[in-house]
């Protein structure tokens, strides 16, 4: 069965800052997708990013981009010049034959 | 565009009454449609899924159960609430194959 781990349950980072959260995966599927998730205090689950597992370009939405290592069955997330509203609880997730979440991360933003 | 409505959006209830949470979907066809369970401070709990009408999967035996009567609508049921039941509720869809999913707002559950 897939696992998805996230090593870091909390980190914070200073506004403006750049901050990477981590996530590594277990699987045997050669095809699949990644995605990161971010869960503000309102608890609605909002896409942040998605990475086709086929493609060796790194996805990028604006400040969020990930560094995606299939080969290691990495995939982390990093933000740029942060902001508060970045606050939130950051989940990994696997699409193959299952969709997978890991725990999570709580990310807090410090002014 | 696709949306996604879950109702209630809060809900209290008293151990051993039933429940019944609706989650529909607008704006597609023939979704994949994902109920998980949250508890406070931790990741999702896959409970169902469903690839069509009257399609339902479970991926944990519990006290719950869910049904798809309509194409883009999904019910999470039970007949006698537990205490341990309590928990925030998502509602997901999907289009078919391994996509995107997209939540709704969710339905916080109490059970006293």
């Known amino acids: 069965a897939q696992t998805v781990t996230q090593s870091q349950p909390e980190m914070s980072v200073q506004e403006a800052e750049t901050v990477t959260l981590s996530c590594t995966y277990d699987?045997?599927?050669?095809?699949?997708?990644l995605f990161w998730y971010k869960q503000p205090p309102s608890r609605q689950m909002i896409l942040v990013i998605r990475?086709?597992?086929?493609?060796?370009q790194n996805a990028t939405e604006n400040r969020f981009s990930v560094n995606f290592q299939k080969a290691a069955k990495s995939f982390s997330l990093k933000i740029s010049d942060s902001q508060l509203g970045d606050a939130a609880m950051y989940f990994c997730?696997?699409?193959?034959?299952?969709?997978?979440f890991g725990p999570g991360t709580r990310l807090s933003v410090l002014p | 565009s696709q949306t996604i409505h879950q109702w209630p959006a809060t809900l209290v209830q008293p151990v051993g009454s039933p429940l019944s949470l609706e989650c529909t979907v607008e704006?597609?066809?023939?979704?994949?449609l994902y109920w998980y369970r949250q508890a406070a401070g931790r990741g999702l709990q896959l409970l169902f899924y469903?690839?069509?009408?009257?399609?339902i999967s479970s991926e944990v035996p519990q006290n719950l159960s869910a049904s798809r009567p309509q194409d883009r609508q999904f019910i999470l049921s039970s007949k006698k609430l537990l205490l341990s039941d309590s928990g925030f509720y998502l509602c997901?869809?999907?289009?078919?194959?391994?996509?995107?999913?997209?939540f709704g707002p969710g339905t916080r559950l109490l059970v006293l």
């Open positions: 704006g597609t066809s023939n979704p994949n």
């Open positions: 699987t045997s599927e050669s095809d699949y997708y």
């Open positions: 997730a696997y699409n193959g034959q299952n969709f997978v």
């Open positions: 997901a869809w999907s289009a078919q194959g391994r996509e995107t999913q997209y």
């Open positions: 990475q086709e597992a086929y493609k060796q």
């Open positions: 469903s690839v069509g009408i009257g399609q």
